[in-house]
């Protein structure tokens, strides 16, 4: 047992690292992907079916292998680190299934997807191990290797629980000693027992706990095999009731063509993959930030309170209104079917993604001015390294354009280009943030970015040729003069870099007059480019009071209801408020 334990340790201390792990899992799901076509001779498939396939099984694997790293570590009480490096190795099984599959068929091959059926049906299948038909489905190369899978995570909760330092605190009684070993735990303490009595004792509770961790993942297994039925279970049933839902319902649900705003994909092969895709990405999405919550609370709530939220809501409105334009000038229809949903909330996460990319890079780029104005700043604060800050950068970036392009690949190059934006706003030799006017517009070039992968969404022909020029202009224009908001709470460490912002160049009170002025200029704007004059006195009464309260805006230490962290806040609720009257005059 002593050697098994050295050969678990060997493999849990690894080199560990997220750009390691990451090349070598993504190494393996390609491995999946050329076997899988290998066997098939390399037939022709489209681009569209190639990438949403690799979407799918990236997406589908990838969960799998959190759901068992997050479980294990917690019910084997190890570490993040190690349970990872583990379950990597253990993901090279996922290469076998098309293997035996090609092999049991003579050739001929299974199609290998999900299991659909009602929620009775699903109970049998979980106590049968999958059920009837195993060569459509969960096939044979499949349920082999769950089922060896299965046995791997029995012999691992064996050993690992066999090794554990913490039972002579579980049975105070009957063990003492801190040695890994069996021999060591079977000692006497004040009691006259035998030892065949202590160590049978114990060997039952190691045996029936790693029963119990086997049957958490199969039933995880199980779930994951089944997970288009739940789905549909979980939809259909509220109307049809949760027992009335069959496999016929999940079928209709996701091999009927996807329709998702102005795209519709009639294969249906390529249909489930993408609604999948869907599924799994903001399933993912769950997982890593529960994960991030539990394994890295503190890094998790760094990011969290970094991502400067006002923005994040910002970008999202700007999605929301390049939707709501696109609606009303592109003459679509939108419904509010589940898949619709899903692709609005994945490509909502994208837009943010692409936010918290910027941000990091920003963040690298502005070391000194941070150090300054803004302490709480994670690398300020050395929550992250320079490389893990780096690491956490890429994978925003590739989050941000893997995500989009799932759901619209025009809009995963606007969110490219707002990328390229973001970086020549930021990064040398470029850096044009030093720059006033300048600095702004680029900025609002971003925004704009964000509001017309809302309007191509669901515009019929996915471009922007009906969005009107005057809302264009409004916005670019408006957007450059008030972005200079955002410059007041970094004025001292922005003079020392050579950062020449409006407050930097005018100082505080004439900057206020003069960003105020470009807020209150830009509402008046609104009237004139939208040739709307029953806007004037609204957007009259929302300038004024922006322009108020850009002015009354103290340091945090001087003000804390109205201060220069704050005031976004207050002018993106007033231009909130402003932009529901003039959908009601202009739209409705």
Not at 332 to 347: A, D, K, M
Request: proline share 3%.
């Amino acid at each position: 047992m002593s050697i098994f334990l050295k050969i678990i340790e060997k493999i849990e201390s690894s080199r560990f690292s997220l750009t390691l792990w990451g090349a070598s899992f993504l190494s393996i799901i390609l491995v999946r992907l050329l076997i899988e076509n290998w066997l098939q001779d390399f037939r022709f498939k489209s681009g569209l079916y190639i990438f949403y396939q690799f979407t799918h099984t990236l997406l589908f694997f990838l969960s799998a292998y959190l759901l068992f790293v997050f479980t294990l570590s917690r019910l084997l009480k190890t570490r993040f680190r190690s349970a990872a490096n583990v379950m990597l190795y253990g993901h090279l099984i996922i290469l076998a299934p098309p293997l035996l599959d090609h092999i049991i068929s003579s050739g001929n091959g299974f199609w290998s997807f999900y299991k659909f059926d009602s929620l009775a049906g699903l109970l049998k299948r979980f106590l049968t191990f999958f059920g009837d038909k195993p060569d459509i489905g969960i096939t044979y190369g499949v349920r082999i290797e769950v089922a060896l899978a299965l046995f791997f995570i029995f012999i691992y909760s064996f050993i690992k629980t066999y090794g554990q330092r913490n039972f002579e605190t579980k049975y105070p009684v009957i063990f003492k000693g801190k040695c890994n070993f069996l021999e060591n735990y079977c000692l006497f303490k004040n009691l006259k027992l035998k030892i065949g009595n202590s160590c049978a004792i114990l060997l039952q509770k190691i045996f029936l706990y790693s029963i119990f961790v086997t049957l958490v993942s199969y039933a995880i297994f199980f779930v994951l095999g089944t997970f288009p039925s739940w789905i549909a279970i979980a939809i259909d049933g509220f109307t049809k009731g949760f027992f009335n839902v069959t496999e016929i319902n999940t079928a209709q649900m996701f091999l009927s063509p996807a329709i998702f705003f102005s795209r519709e994909i009639p294969d249906i092969v390529s249909a489930l993959n993408i609604k999948m895709s869907f599924v799994y990405a903001l399933f993912l999405t769950l997982l890593l930030v529960g994960g991030s919550w539990i394994f890295f609370k503190k890094k998790f709530l760094a990011i969290v309170k970094n991502a400067r939220p006002p923005q994040l809501l910002y970008h999202s409105g700007l999605l929301a209104v390049g939707l709501a334009l696109g609606i009303k000038f592109s003459g679509s229809v939108l419904t509010l079917s589940f898949f619709n949903i899903l692709s609005f909330l994945l490509l909502t996460e994208a837009v943010w993604l692409a936010w918290l990319a910027s941000v990091v890079a920003n963040d690298i780029q502005d070391q000194e001015i941070d150090a300054i104005a803004n302490a709480d700043r994670p690398l300020i604060k050395k929550v992250f390294t320079i490389d893990e800050y780096k690491t956490l950068g890429w994978i925003f970036f590739f989050g941000s354009l893997l995500f989009s392009a799932i759901v619209n690949f025009k809009v995963a190059l606007l969110l490219l280009v707002y990328q390229a934006v973001a970086w020549i706003y930021s990064g040398w030799p470029l850096r044009l943030k030093r720059f006033p006017i300048i600095a702004t517009f680029a900025s609002s070039i971003a925004s704009l970015l964000i509001l017309f992968s809302g309007f191509i969404l669901v515009a019929p022909n996915q471009n922007i040729s009906q969005l009107p020029a005057a809302i264009i202009w409004l916005l670019a224009i408006s957007y450059t003069l008030s972005l200079p908001l955002k410059d007041f709470k970094d004025i001292a460490g922005d003079k020392k870099d050579g950062v020449y912002t409006i407050p930097v160049l005018f100082g505080e009170q004439w900057g206020k007059i003069i960003v105020g002025s470009g807020v209150f200029i830009s509402y008046l704007l609104s009237v004139v480019l939208l040739n709307e004059p029953r806007l004037f006195w609204w957007a009259f009464l929302g300038g004024s009071i922006s322009f108020w309260l850009i002015n009354q805006m103290q340091k945090p230490s001087a003000n804390r209801w109205l201060n220069y962290r704050n005031i976004f806040w207050w002018i993106l609720g007033i231009i909130s408020a402003y932009g529901l009257v003039l959908i009601k005059i202009i739209f409705l």
